[in-house]
């Protein structure tokens, strides 16, 4: 599986703004979306990684934009820590079975 990844991306600088944190991420269908971090140093966080990937499967999953309207629903009912989506990154972040076959370009 091929993961893009995108540094200096503005739609992270949106959401790194929403959630205050310095470095951020977010992800796309297959593209990662870098903000205030490197591609170095993000592939050097493991845990941030596998955090991500499983956002990657979510999209996978349920499709680009079935993924979107159900991560804002959930958004909308639970906000951002609480919603499943988040939730199910949260418990993957120690899962490195996630890197497996995945290549980053
Ligand atoms: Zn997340």
């Known amino acids: 599986m091929k993961v893009r990844i995108k ?15 310095s470095g951020a991420a977010i992800v796309f269908g297959s593209t990662i979306y870098l ?3 490197t591609r170095q140093e993000f592939l ?3 845990t941030w990684v596998c ?3 499983k956002h990657v499967h979510q999209y996978r999953h349920y499709g680009f934009v079935g993924f ?3 991560y804002f629903f959930q958004w909308i009912q639970k906000g951002y820590y609480n919603n499943r989506f988040e939730v199910e ?3 993957s972040e120690s899962d490195v079975s996630l890197l ?6």
Do not use: M, P
């Open 51 to 53: 955090h991500e990937l």
């Open 44 to 46: 050097n966080n493991t």
């Open 7 to 21: 540094e200096n991306a503005f739609v992270a600088r949106l959401a790194a703004g929403k959630l205050k944190s």
């Open 89 to 91: 990154a949260r418990k």
């Open 35 to 37: 903000h205030n971090t």
């Open 100 to 105: 497996n076959g995945v290549e980053f370009i």
């Open 68 to 70: 979107l309207f159900r």
